[in-house]
């Protein structure tokens, strides 16, 4: 099966700081990777995703790339918003699976 | 466009009462999913379908059963609610196509106080 280790947050940055989230998983085969994010008060929501080795995925300034040497998928932006303050989950599955297996999440908050 | 809707939004039970959470698609997904939200535990998978007529049990699936009646629809019930229950209970639905993404749409969720 998969299963998927985020870093521990919360992740506190100042406007502007550059951001990476560590995830790296461990699966059967070949997963699709996504990461998705959680506002609050608000369900998940697909912030990008990658399919297959050295894809990168990106979207909202936010990228990651699918690391199949390292099993990576480490979230990055260069510049953080106040509007990022969210909690982010790394999520690997099989295509030919079911349901999504997330990691534990890392909620960022960023300050003016 | 609707998505997937949950209702009811909050909730709080009696221990031993019994409830079922609503969740509606309107995408036409084949999947659905529930899962409960706790601090420092993520998301973790209660149960859920591939289709109408087919559900399966997830990470965490006791204390809760689903049925899948109809594609739209994937109510999950708590028949004897614990305090061990309270929880965010999200839902989820999914599409899949060969060589082609896996991408979840999720509600809004339900926060539920169990007492």
């Known amino acids: 099966g998969n299963s998927v280790t985020q870093m521990e947050g919360p992740v506190t940055l100042s406007e502007e700081a550059f951001l990476t989230i560590n995830c790296t998983y461990t699966?059967?085969?070949?997963?699709?990777l996504f990461w998705y994010v959680q506002y609050p008060g608000e369900g998940l929501q697909l912030l990008l995703k990658a399919t297959k080795a050295d894809d990168k995925g990106s979207n909202k300034g936010f990228e990651a790339t699918y690391r199949k040497e390292t099993t990576s998928f480490h979230l990055e932006k260069g510049s953080v918003q106040v509007s990022d303050s969210a909690v982010y989950f790394c999520a690997p599955t099989r295509i030919s699976g079911y349901a999504l297996n997330f990691g534990k999440g890392t909620s960022l908050l960023v300050t003016p | 466009n609707a998505g997937v809707t949950q209702t009811p939004k909050f909730q709080v039970l009696k221990t031993g009462q019994s409830m079922t959470l609503q969740c509606a698609q309107d995408m036409n997904h084949e999947y659905m999913s529930w899962y409960r939200q706790d601090p420092g535990m993520g998301l973790r998978l209660i149960h859920y379908?591939?289709?109408?007529?087919?559900?399966d049990q997830g990470e965490v699936p006791n204390g809760y059963n689903v049925s899948r009646s109809t594609t739209e629809d994937f109510p999950l019930r708590l028949l004897s609610a614990a305090p061990s229950q309270t929880s965010v209970y999200f839902c989820a639905s999914s599409y899949h196509r060969q060589g082609l993404l896996w991408v979840a749409f999720f509600g809004q969720g339900t926060r539920l106080t169990v007492v």
């Open positions: 699966a059967t085969g070949y997963p699709s």
């Open positions: 379908s591939v289709g109408a007529g087919i559900t």
